[in-house]
T-cell receptor, first 109, second 116 residues
């Protein structure tokens, strides 16, 4: 079993839908990142979380340290949100990150 | 917010040549930079940790003589793929950590390397 698991692996939504992507991890962490990777590969860091909740525009990220779980929510989804969303955790006491395999999101107009 | 750039964003080279990829922190100083590699439809995998002024630390299975890393300053790390082979074709990504806050990492946009 991977130390960082994301679900779903693939997601297709209609424009305007509320989307949730989940990330569960089995290791001790000091931080968790949500990354967005567009076709062609470029990566954008969306959030870095160590506790609680963060919001940026239509994106909301939450983390529950006790349950070792984080969610990324997209409200009022749009075709331009189509991308791969990657969860990355930083191992406690180290600089090392472990990445999930990503969730491929496609938002249809 | 902090910005990390990579250059070039994509490169195509012939087998046997060497390719240098730069990773720069544009508005902050980074004591540590990390190099990752991503093969198609796979997760990013850490290749090495680059510390300013000292030798890089390579992950198991990564050839240090093939992937040369130089962290010459607090704002620049370079990855040189030497004697590139088609199997080195991949997406290479760097991230950088702030001097004062080691929990904060900023990711570069990545460099796509294609070796013919």
């Amino acid at each position: 079993k991977n130390e960082v698991e994301q679900s779903p692996q693939n997601l297709t939504a209609q424009e305007g839908e509320f989307i949730t992507i989940n990330c569960s991890y089995s290791v001790g962490i000091s931080a968790l990142h949500w990354l967005q990777q567009h076709p062609g590969g470029g990566i954008v860091s969306l959030f870095m979380l160590s506790s609680g909740k963060k919001k940026h525009g239509r994106l909301i990220a939450t983390i529950n340290i006790q349950e070792k779980h984080s969610s990324l929510h997209i409200t009022a989804s749009h075709p331009r949100d189509s991308a791969v969303y990657i969860c990355a955790v930083r191992l406690s006491g180290t600089y090392k990150y472990i990445f999930g395999t990503g969730t491929r999101l496609k938002v249809l107009a | 917010g902090a910005v990390v750039s990579q250059h070039p964003s994509w490169v195509i080279c012939k087998s046997g040549t060497s390719v240098k990829i730069e990773c720069r922190s544009l508005d902050f100083q980074a004591t540590t930079m990390f190099w990752y590699r991503q093969f198609p439809k796979q997760s990013l995998m850490l290749m090495a940790t680059s510390n300013e002024g000292s030798k890089a630390t390579y992950e198991q299975g990564v050839e240090k003589d093939k992937f040369l890393i130089n962290h010459a300053s607090l704002t620049l790390s370079t990855l040189t793929v030497t004697s590139a082979h088609p199997e080195d074709s991949s997406f290479y990504i760097c991230s950088a950590g702030l001097v004062r806050n080691t929990d904060t990492q900023y990711f570069g946009p990545g460099t796509r390397l294609t070796v013919l």
